[in-house]
Nanobody, 116 residues
Framework: EVQLVESGGALVQPGGSLTLSCAAS????????MMWLRQAPGKGPEWIST???????IYENSVKGRFTISRDNTKEILYLQMDSLKPEDTALYYC??????????RGKGTQVTVSS
């Protein structure tokens, strides 16, 4: 059974940092293309970043230079390091992936709130 479980969300002040984790199981994580997305209240899902099985990364423009996606294939965990957080980063963050050309679905998400 495929499982994606996010953690690490919290209330943080503007300018602060957080690291999100996504623990994966039930598929071949090391070769999967993994991504982070977010959904703010009243808005649709927004793609943030992708990392492929070779470690190549791409970012949405509004987070480029502030967020860093990474993976630990031994632990089967996907990370999102978020720095210089802004109120507009407030959202439910979730991970998703593709393995062998098929979607492995998404997790339930972890809430990030940026507020003073």
């Amino acid at each position: 059974e495929v499982q994606l479980v996010e953690s690490g969300g919290a209330l943080v002040q503007p300018g602060g940092s957080l690291t999100l984790s996504c623990a994966a199981s039930g598929f071949t994580f090391s070769t999967a293309t993994m991504m982070w997305l977010r959904q703010a209240p009243g808005k649709g899902p927004e793609w943030i970043s992708t990392i492929d099985g070779n470690g190549a990364t791409i970012y949405e423009n509004s987070v480029k230079g502030r967020f860093t996606i990474s993976r630990d294939n031994t632990k089967e965990i996907l990370y999102l390091q978020m720095d210089s957080l802004k109120p507009e980063d407030t959202a439910l963050y979730y991970c998703a992936g593709q393995s062998l050309g098929r979607s492995v679905g998404r997790g339930k998400g972890t809430q990030v709130t940026v507020s003073s």
